[in-house]
T-cell receptor, first 119, second 108 residues
């Protein structure tokens, strides 16, 4: 079955960077885009961006403050967020599209990674 | 940028009720809309794609409709497990997407 397993919670200081991993299994990693979504405490969902694991190309909506990468040898996608501020404290999810022809419709989700930014 | 506005933000209803949540888009998005359900401490669950296509395993009491700028998610005959937060997502502005602010459905 399709699984997305994310790295564990982290605490970071303001101004630091963080890199979250999303290890996938149960399907061919390069066949589906991986999206990233975050949820601030008690708030709604914010779509962040996606990466094409086959090409490494990606799109993001965070004014260049995030970098999306992947390692096809271990079927893992990564989200790096730089210049962290307190408002970046959130639960970060990776998610996979339902199929290869339905862009951004997200059926398979990781368990979420809590990033806490605190001095 | 396409903005999505859900209404209401909070909804109180009873078991067995029929409820409708609305999602309005700032621009025409055809039927490029999905609906998700999220329960506390859990990742979102995809309910409906392409505005009205029910995902496999989702109960038939859930239905979606609309096109253009106005969309609805209807739950006919609320069950205890339906009390959750619901989000719409627009899929029209490739390469960027976005979610509505959410509707929290609470038991009356």
């Amino acid at each position: 079955q399709v699984q997305l397993v994310q790295s564990g919670a982290e605490v970071k200081k303001p101004g630091a960077s963080v890199k979250v991993s999303c290890q996938t299994s149960g399907y061919t990693f390069t066949d589906y885009l991986i999206h990233w979504v975050r949820q601030t405490p008690g708030q709604g969902l914010t779509w962040m961006g996606w990466i094409n694991p086959k090409t490494g190309g990606y799109a993001q909506n965070f004014q260049g403050r995030i970098t999306l990468t992947r390692d096809t040898s271990i079927s893992t996608a990564y989200l790096e967020v730089t210049s962290l501020g307190s408002d970046d404290t959130a639960l970060y999810y990776c998610a996979r599209e339902v199929d290869g022809s339905t862009w951004a419709t997200l059926q398979h989700w990781g368990q979420g990674t809590l990033i806490t930014v605190s001095s | 940028d396409i903005q999505l506005t859900q209404s209401p933000s909070f909804l109180s209803a009873s078991i067995g009720d029929r409820v409708t949540i609305t999602c309005r888009a700032s621009h025409d998005i055809s039927t490029y809309l999905a609906w998700y359900q999220q329960k506390p401490g859990k990742a979102p669950k995809l309910l409906i794609s392409a505005a009205s296509t029910l995902q496999s395993g989702v109960p038939s009491r859930f239905s979606g409709g609309g096109s253009g700028t106005q969309f609805t998610l209807t739950i006919s005959g609320l069950q205890p497990e339906d009390f959750a937060t619901y989000y719409c997502q627009q899929l029209n502005s490739y390469p960027l997407s976005g979610f509505g602010q959410g509707t929290k459905l609470e038991i009356k």
